[in-house]
């Protein structure tokens, strides 16, 4: 089996949604609020005949999840399910697919209504959605079909405010919402840190992340970060990237 496989984007979800707390749980909870898909010019003409389709699938990456579990209470229930009965977007590939409305078409631009996807979030794949292939209405739905929390937005359960990437091998932090490049590190890396503790399994995609977080922050000279650069320092929003090579962390400013 291929130990690692390479994705590439073919273009950008537009939403009016800016972070995963507040967004609709799934499109069918969603309200008439419009968004765009914007494919790389190279595709366009990969979009003739798409009109046709009332709905189409995104096949997106669920690009600022936290690390996956096993176990979570998804959304819509108040109970742990194992993460591949639910449609939770930390997943160990987090790979999400929504069934959106499409509206019009301009050369490469999709307008499209029904999102829950956020802003900036990479697009994988899409595909026409065919009631015949793709609905089973009959179908039972697990415990989906008993529960009885209704909850139609998302909060900040699957991710954390500070981070705009995740994964073990990069981080990419938000200054500003919790000051400088050092206190936000140390927070996310303490809030993951806090959670692993309480969980039953082990967990190494949150481990990597927390092991990538702690070098980072035990081979920085912050004092003589902050004063090179006063970006870092916590006035501005700027984005930080934390990242493995061969030879250690490395970070860059975005
Ligand atoms: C429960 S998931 C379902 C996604 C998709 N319909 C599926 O079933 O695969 C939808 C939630 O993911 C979150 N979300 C959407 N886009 C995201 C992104 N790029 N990064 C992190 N979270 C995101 C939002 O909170 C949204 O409410």
Known sequence: ???ELRLRPIGIIRSPYKEPKGTP??????????????????????????????????????HRARPWRPKVVPYRDVVERGLFATRSPSRPNPIGLSAVRLVSRERNRLVVEGLDIIDGTPLLDIKPYIPRADAFPDARSGWFDKTKNAREVADDRFYLSETVRLSRDEVVLRLGLHGCIENTARHVHRRLAEELIQEKEPNPAAEGVIELLGEFLQATDFRALRAADEDLAGQKEVSVRIYRTQDGVRWEKL
Do not use: C, H, N, S
Not at 29 to 58: H, N, P, Q, S
């Open 1 to 3: 089996m291929e130990k």
């Open 25 to 62: 749980v799934q499109p069918g909870f969603a309200k008439k609020e419009r968004g765009e898909v914007i494919l790389d010019e190279a595709y366009t003409e990969a979009l003739d005949d798409i009109e046709g389709f009332d709905r189409i699938w995104l096949v997106f990456w669920v």
